[in-house]
Structures are given as C-alpha cells and as structure tokens.
C-alpha cells in the first residue's frame, strides 16, 4: 500500500496558557490519511478537532508523538515550506483569509509568497478559479460575493498552491445552504477529479456521509473510524458523545426500537425511501 500523505501517531497536545498548561486536548490520537482519500471528521464542540487540523501542516506541534505530511515529520523546521506546500489549510471564516481587493490577485497571493515564477502565477490562478468554478468573477471585488463564493476563493488561493492535500475546518459553518452546497461540490470534485485528498471537519451529518470515511472524535481520542455508512449504524455510541446521526437512521433507528424490520445502514433519503416502501408493501401484502 502506498505511504499515507499524512501519519498522525499517538498525537498529545495541550495548550500552553497563562496559567500554565491546560488540559489535555489530544490524548493519544493515531491516524493515517491515505493519498486521495475524503475524510470526514465530526465530533462534539471541543473534542480536539481544529486542533488535531493543526496537527496537519505544522501550525501545531505534538506535546507528545509525531505527525508525519508526506514522511516528513512536522517538527523539521527546515521542511516547514515543504509541509506547507503539500497540505493547504482552509478555516471557517471566508473573511479572515480574503487578503486582496480583486479575487484574481487574492488567489495570486500564496502562490507569489512561495516564489512561484510571475507565468505560472497566471496560469496557476487562472486554473485554481476554475477548479472552484469562480473563473468569470477573477476581476471582481471579494467583499462583494456572497459567502459561499468568498469561501471557494478561499480554496482556490489554496488550490494554486498546488497542494496534494487539503484540511477544510468547517468551512461552510458560515455559510447558508446554498453556498454550502456550492463549496461542499467543489470540494467533491478536487478530490474525485484531481486527486486532491481532503480532510473535512464538518458539524453537519450530511456533509460527512459523503466522505470515503468518517471519523469521530471525542475529549480528545478518536473513538469511531470507518465508511460513513458503518459508523452511523453506532448510533447509540454516537449519542452517547453527544453527536446526533443524519434523519434516514434517525428513523430508520426509531423504527427498529419500536420493533419494525428495517435496515439501518439506509443513509440517502432515496436509500431511506426504499426502506420504507419495502416495509409498507410487506405490512400490505
Ligand atoms: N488557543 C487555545 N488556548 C487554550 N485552549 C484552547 C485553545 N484552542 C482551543 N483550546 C481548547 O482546546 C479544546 C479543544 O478545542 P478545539 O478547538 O480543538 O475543538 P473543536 O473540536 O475544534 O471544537 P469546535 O467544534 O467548537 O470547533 C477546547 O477545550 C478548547 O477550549
Ligand atoms: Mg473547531
């Protein structure tokens, strides 16, 4: 099997604070991220998620264990750039990370930082606004689009790094539905057509059933790893961390406590409907 992009092993972090050293907020995290894959990651408020992402391309490093991007442990200040070239981060707020007053010179910016020569910087912005299908809006103002558009050219100026993986912390908590599935496609397609793996922390249950593979954080461990459709059927283990599970096996699982033959494992709402119509024309026959 090829190495993983990124190697998280028994990870342990606290935060230095005023007071001194606060709790533990990772304790004892291992994770491997295979190249190309779509990882999700839920888990309640201040299981340890943002900061395991930081984990991710060296703006935090382990108390204890080792993170490695593309076999190069993050602790090697040398290959800081290295890291940072391989593994882009995009956070919740579009706002904070707009920098220039025309999306083409926003989404030019990392790329110039990282010396890349003036004519790839072109063609590089040029391919990035399309990626994120926000190429016929490269000369307008940031600050004027909606969230959603400010957030794919937040991803674009990631994008033209030419980074082979991307973190996205919540990145469409901020934004209404339709921007939300907006930037959720266009995250869907850096994966599945350009190979770009991409790990995405989400509170929403449907974004996450999307994902290749899902995993659930809690007080700092990861505590459930697996297809979306397997980890979802763990739906008592999942209350249990104060997660909710997406409505089809919300149903679906209510139908089973009270008795109903239905599989839980019907996570679309087309799989979901099926289920139902199954039950109701054997209740009929
Ligand atoms: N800079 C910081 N200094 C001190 N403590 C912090 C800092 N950032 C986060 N924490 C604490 O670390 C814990 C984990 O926070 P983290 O942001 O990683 O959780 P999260 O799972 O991303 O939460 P959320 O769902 O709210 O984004 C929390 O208890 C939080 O208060
Ligand atoms: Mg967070």
């Not at 900061?51 to 993170?67: D, E, F, Q």
């Not at 850096?190 to 809690?218: F, K, P, S, Y």
């Not at 763990?234 to 599989?263: C, M, Y």
Request: overall charge negative.
């Amino acid at each position: 099997m090829a190495k993983p992009i990124i190697e998280i092993k028994d990870v342990h972090f606290s935060y230095t604070t005023a007071e001194g050293v606060a709790p533990v907020v990772l304790d004892g995290v291992t994770l491997d991220i295979a190249e190309g894959s779509f990882v999700a990651v839920l888990g309640h408020n201040g299981s340890g998620k943002s900061t395991l992402a930081k984990h991710m391309n060296a703006i935090l490093l382990p108390s204890g264990g080792a993170v490695y991007v593309d076999g190069i442990g993050t602790t090697d200040e040398e290959r800081l750039l290295d890291i940072r070239r391989t593994v882009g981060m995009v956070f919740q707020n579009p706002d904070n990370q707009i920098v220039a007053n025309v999306v083409e010179e926003d989404v030019a910016f990392a790329p110039e930082n990282l010396g890349v020569p003036p004519e790839e910087i072109r063609q590089r912005v040029d391919d990035a606004l399309k990626a994120v299908g926000m190429y016929e809006f490269r000369e307008h103002a940031p600050h004027l689009l909606s969230g959603g558009q400010k957030q794919r050219i937040a991803i674009a100026g990631v994008i033209a790094m030419q980074p082979r993986c991307i973190v996205l912390d919540e990145p469409t908590a901020m934004l209404d539905p339709i921007g939300r599935a907006d930037v959720l496609r266009t995250i869907k397609t850096l994966n599945r057509e350009r190979g770009v793996t991409v790990v995405l922390i989400t509170h929403h249950m449907d974004e996450a059933a999307q994902a290749d593979r899902l995993v659930v954080m809690a007080k700092g461990k990861v505590v459930a790893d697996g297809a979306p459709k397997e980890v979802f059927q763990q739906v008592e283990h999942l209350k249990a961390v104060g997660l909710t599970v997406p409505h089809t096996t919300e149903l679906l699982w209510q139908l089973r406590q009270e008795g109903f033959d239905v599989p839980l494992d019907a996570l679309s709402d087309e799989e979901c409907a099926l289920a139902l119509k199954t039950l109701l024309d054997s209740r009929t026959k």
